[in-house]
DNA sequence: TTTATTAATCGTAATATTGCAATATAATAA
DNA sequence: TTATTATATTGCAATATTACGATTAATAAA
């Protein structure tokens, strides 16, 4: 069905699931690395840097700008985009905690 | 085109972009909780458990089981899965490594 | 105003994902 | 052997995602 039973799952685990989707993504990836390295923030430069086309990484910026990891602001012509520190921050916390469940001590399986 | 264009990309982002996609989907998630939750392995629990048809569980549990996150084995008639701690070990550290990034002390941007 | 420039949006084609019924496979039990 | 049990596979329908050309919108420059 391509049709994802959200209802089922509780709160976190669908969040979790939304945040791996953004980065589920090579070229959401690359866009994040971008940004963190140029620090000062870019935005059609992405475009050259990538290789994908136009409206393909504006795609992907509006995901990445819907869960709130990045944030653009309008500078004439050009939007200026950067990562939005909080929510980053946020997120680590949440991706975290998930990712150190290892570390509850448990014993060995089959 | 539903085609990501993975040569364009480094190894490191589409390695990213794979395990993210392994955890962007909510049963994958819960998948994964109940197995560090049960400690001992479990099989057709999940179907009871989550609430997903037998046919929807086995296939997510075989895109976990791919990327090498779980692992199972035969047990009379039943498999017993459970999660594969070193790869799981490995994820966190390429993971962790990409999530830190914003450590990378950086001014601010726009 | 006209013309660039930049980025968003629209429309669409191709492919991927999700979910399940039906069926197949494999191992054990009777 | 014939059930029974547990899981995988197949086939398919519905929806989602990826990518891009064409267009639009908004600002800046001439």
Redo the contacts with the bound molecule.
């Keep these: 069905?391509?049709?994802?039973?959200s209802e089922i799952f509780t709160e976190e685990q669908n969040q979790i699931a939304n945040i791996a989707?953004a980065f589920?993504?090579p070229?959401r990836v690359a866009i994040l690395q971008y940004l963190f390295k140029i620090n000062s923030c870019?935005?059609?430069?992405l475009?050259e840097e990538i290789g994908?086309?136009?409206?393909?990484?504006?795609?992907?910026?509006?995901?990445l700008k819907n869960i709130g990891l990045i944030k653009?602001n309008?500078e004439?012509?050009?939007?200026?985009?950067c990562i939005n520190k909080d929510n980053w921050s946020k997120m680590k916390t949440i991706v975290s905690e998930f990712l150190n469940q290892d570390l509850n001590e448990n014993i060995n399986c089959c």
């Design positions: 069905m391509g049709l994802t039973k989707k589920g993504h070229a870019i935005c059609g430069d475009v994908l086309a136009q409206p393909t990484i504006s795609q992907h910026l509006k995901e653009g309008i004439g012509t050009s939007i200026c985009y």
